[in-house]
């Protein structure tokens, strides 16, 4: 298996830009979580998805951020417009969710490292 | 509220010397505990983890965590640190009910050869 995949790996953009982050998380997981991982703040929980439907979304900034999961295999992570705070890396990670295994393991991807200048 | 204290942020040890990494939790019932590490540059892989059962909790790469109810504490070991062991590790709790973990600030390791 391939792991989370991510993309991109690395982004740039300036302030204004809209930024798109892709996620497809390993085949089979019904649970995806998005990340955001900065040295002030550590690492923070933004939304997380069960079977493609948000389920808590409580850990988004602000408007200015949005989160899809269009089908199993792929979710979005968008920032419209974006801000230098916006700067970090944004990870995101998958699971396989059950009434017995409400904790199962995580696996993340290699993150994308989004600086806004 | 839930929450994570990692009070060491860098620790630095010698290879082959044992490591301790620090871990305490707040949280009115048992949590699972999870350690994870990160590498640079790189996503976080799953150490080891907590549920229920033996508070001893042995994970992969030789690494073993120890819960202490009475201390509220999961604190990380290992005997001998290998220089590839050089990495950042999170602690993390989960509540009960939810998906969302909390996870501590990090402690960052390094290793002298």
């Known amino acids: 298996d391939a792991g989370v995949i991510q993309s991109p790996r690395h982004e740039v953009t300036e302030m204004g830009q809209e930024v798109t982050l892709r996620c497809k998380p390993i085949s089979g997981h019904d649970y995806l979580f998005w990340y955001r991982q900065t040295m002030m703040r550590g690492l923070e929980l933004l939304i997380y998805?069960?079977?493609?439907?948000?389920?808590?979304d409580s850990g988004m900034p602000e408007d200015r951020f949005s989160a899809k999961m269009p089908n199993a295999s792929f979710s979005t992570l968008k920032i419209q417009p974006s801000e230098p705070r916006d700067s970090a890396v944004y990870f995101c990670a998958s699971s396989s969710g059950g009434a017995a295994s409400s904790y199962n393991e995580q696996f993340f991807g290699p993150g994308t490292r989004l600086t806004v200048l | 509220a839930q929450s994570v204290t990692q009070p060491d942020i860098h620790i630095t040890v010698s290879e082959g010397a044992s490591l301790e990494l620090r871990c305490n939790y707040s949280y009115g019932a048992t949590p699972y505990l999870f350690w994870y590490v990160q590498s640079p540059g790189q996503g976080l892989q799953l150490l080891l983890k907590y549920f229920s059962g033996d508070t001893l909790v042995q994970g992969i790469k030789g690494f073993e965590a120890e819960f202490k109810r009475s201390q509220s504490s999961f604190n990380l070991r290992k005997p001998s640190v290998h220089w590839s062991d050089a990495a950042e590790y999170f602690c993390a709790v989960g509540p009960s009910g939810t998906y969302k973990y909390i996870f501590g600030t990090g402690t960052r390791l390094k290793v002298l050869a």
């Open positions: 998805f069960n079977n493609n439907v948000p389920i808590d």
